[in-house]
């Protein structure tokens, strides 16, 4: 906000409607909301509280407490004309922790979805999807996956594995890994609702820092107005010209 020729009740607003509202605001959305004469204004605005929503010092989830299930999907459309096989679709991984409810009052179901991590990586490869749980899950956790070989590490780093080869059975999935599928169909319906799947791929990893932020506040939408602001302040911001040409990199 500093140096900022738009006012600051803007950038509130933006926080404000980013965190609070449900489907969070498209740049569109949010150029028309506040009568922003050009469109390069609000992206750059929404970006740079994008920067604000991950926390440097952010603590790795799962525990001795939780379960985390862990799986991977494909984030973009569909690639026609270019072979059986082919895609240009983004790889991403991510883990969430399954938790059970304590307030003692009758629910449809006994778990429900507790912190959320996402990461774009470039492949499935063993090196690609170890580093992510080792960055993101606390040691001795409890880690579910599917039978894919990039996890076939896991156990040897300290981590209580639960694996089950799925064969593609969709039923498998579903039982095994419930959760984490629920989350990347929630992801994805976002994605196509609110930006209607206009997506860039290098600029993914910011959109997912902007769902992982407001799911794990889902319960609390003040604090999480709060909180961007509070991060944001502490955060070096990406200018328009690096988010432009594709220098910014990301926070994952």
Request: proline letters at 4%; a positive charge.
């Amino acid at each position: 906000m500093q140096s900022s020729h738009t006012p600051l009740s803007t950038w509130f607003w933006g926080a404000y409607l980013m965190t609070t509202q449900v489907p969070g605001q498209s740049a569109i959305q949010f150029q028309r909301q506040l009568a922003l004469t050009r469109y390069e204004t609000a992206f750059q605005i929404l970006h740079k509280l994008r920067a604000g929503m991950v926390r440097p010092e952010r603590e790795a989830i799962g525990g001795n407490e939780h379960l985390v299930q862990v799986d991977e999907c494909y984030i973009g459309g569909e690639t026609r004309g270019e072979g059986r096989g082919k895609h240009h679709k983004s790889t991403v991984v991510g883990a969430v922790e399954v938790r059970r409810r304590q307030d003692g009052k009758m629910h449809k179901r006994r778990v429900y979805a507790g912190r959320l991590r996402l990461r774009v990586v470039p492949d499935r490869s063993a090196e690609e999807l170890t580093g992510f749980v080792k960055d993101n899950i606390a040691p001795g956790a409890t880690v579910s996956t599917d039978g894919w070989g990039g996890y076939c590490e896991i156990a040897k780093m300290g981590y209580r594995h639960k694996v089950l080869v799925l064969a593609g059975d969709p039923d498998k999935a579903e039982a095994h890994l419930p959760m984490i599928h629920l989350v990347f169909s929630n992801m994805k319906t976002w994605i196509k609702g609110t930006h209607h799947g206009r997506i860039e791929p290098k600029h993914l990893q910011a959109y997912l820092n902007e769902y992982i932020f407001r799911f794990n506040r889902r319960f609390y939408p003040m604090t999480a107005f709060h909180s961007v602001l509070g991060i944001s302040a502490r955060t070096v911001p990406p200018t328009y010209a690096h988010l432009y040409s594709g220098e910014w990199e990301h926070a994952a």
